[in-house]
């Protein structure tokens, strides 16, 4: 199994979860979060006064799959929260030792 992070701009987040339910992804995770990569902020101009934004409003996916569906998953991301602009976001993938359904006790796969 495979875990997903996929951190994407804001304004994708309904085209990426629409996307991921088109191939049968049924649960994810999502977090409001904050940070910045490459482009390190950016200036904004407030009352006259200019100030440093180090920290854009990001969306953090998890989605854990099978180790089959991994590429597929990436491969929608990808397509579906694709501008083309700086800041458009990163996916890791991370090797997922164990998943387990607290309400039937299912492990593996079948508990995702």
């Known amino acids: 199994m495979k875990k997903i ?3 994407i701009k804001p304004f994708k987040l309904d ?3 629409e996307a991921l339910h088109g191939i049968g992804i ?19 101009l407030y009352r006259g006064a200019e100030y440093v934004v ?9 989605i854990a799959v099978a180790d089959e569906l991994a590429d ?9 929260a694709n501008t083309g602009r700086i800041g458009d976001g990163k996916i ?5 030792e164990e ?6 006790g299912e492990r593996g796969p079948d508990a995702v």
Do not use: C, N, Y
């Not at 049924?26 to 904004?44: A, D, N, P, Y």
């Not at 180090?54 to 998890?62: A, C, V, Y």
């Not at 597929?72 to 579906?80: F, H, L």
């Open 99 to 104: 998943a387990i359904r607290i309400r039937t």
């Open 15 to 17: 085209e990426v979860k």
């Open 72 to 80: 597929k998953v990436i491969d929608v991301i990808v397509d579906s």
């Open 92 to 96: 890791f993938v991370l090797p997922m």
């Open 54 to 62: 180090d920290f854009l409003p990001k969306i953090k996916l998890e």
């Open 5 to 7: 992070e996929a951190i």
């Open 26 to 44: 049924q649960g994810l995770t999502v977090s409001e979060v904050k940070g910045f990569g490459r482009q390190k902020g950016h200036t904004e």
